[in-house]
């Protein structure tokens, strides 16, 4: 065991860390929301949630009256992105809210069995613009018309997002 961690210190101090692989983006779906709501809607399928979606400013402001009492109680949703197998993919978004609030995304199948593509990702909103980035790689079969989902229940702190981004990473 001496040997071993002999030759994993002598690595980590003298061996030269290889410079990272560039990695290419290339863009699949981009809104500013400067054509309206640019095929979001909103979706309350359950727990009373309600609430609404207008384009003002090139921006999507949703209000909200009911959040229900599940994070999914409340949906802004985009159809039709084709996602492929094995693709790593990047969602950039810009969002703040009238207060704190969790938001949470995910990429998943349009339809029953409503298979989820990433894993539910949740992150904190405030009250002035700030931009979150995730990642995921798609498993499973390729789907051209697979849908995004931003849960906006379990609050009425309305929230306005100035921009969307999905990207395809390769290197």
Same mark, same amino acid.
């Not at 030759?7 to 030269?16: C, F, G, P, R, Y």
């Not at 909200?64 to 197998?85: P, Q, V």
């Not at 207060?99 to 989820?116: H, M, V």
């Not at 609050?155 to 395809?168: D, H, L, P, Q, R």
């Given at each position: 065991?001496? =040997? #071993?961690?002999? *030759?994993?210190?002598? +690595?980590?101090?003298?061996? @030269? ?16 929301? &400067?054509?309206?709501?640019?095929? $979001? ?12 979606? =207008?384009?003002?400013? =090139? @921006?999507?402001?949703?209000?909200? %009256?009911?959040?229900? *009492?599940?994070? $999914?109680?409340? #949906? ?8 492929? &197998?094995?693709? #790593? ?13 969790? /938001? %949470?995304?995910? +990429? ?5 069995? $409503?298979?989820?593509?990433? &894993?539910? /990702?949740?992150?904190?909103?405030? *009250? ?12 499973? +079969?390729?789907?051209? +018309?697979?849908?995004? $989902?931003?849960?906006?229940? #379990? ?8 921009? /969307? ?7």
């Amino acid at each position: 065991a001496g =040997n #071993l961690d002999g *030759t994993l210190v002598n +690595a980590l101090l003298h061996n @030269k860390i290889p410079e990272p692989a560039p990695v290419s983006a290339t863009p699949l779906y981009t809104s500013n929301f &400067s054509k309206g709501t640019d095929g $979001w809607s909103l979706f309350s399928p359950l727990g009373g949630a309600a609430g609404s979606l =207008n384009v003002s400013g =090139n @921006k999507a402001n949703v209000t909200i %009256s009911n959040g229900g *009492t599940e994070a $999914w109680h409340l #949906l802004m949703i985009k159809d039709n992105l084709l996602l492929k &197998s094995g693709g #790593l993919y990047r969602l950039t978004f810009v969002v703040q809210s009238q207060a704190d609030r969790i /938001i %949470s995304f995910y +990429a998943a199948k349009a339809s029953p069995p $409503w298979t989820a593509y990433s &894993s539910t /990702i949740g992150f904190t909103a405030s *009250t002035k613009p700030v931009t979150y980035t995730s990642t995921f790689a798609m498993p499973g +079969a390729t789907d051209p +018309a697979a849908r995004l $989902w931003i849960g906006l229940g #379990l609050s009425t702190s309305g929230v306005v997002i100035s921009s /969307i981004k999905v990207e395809e990473l390769s290197r």
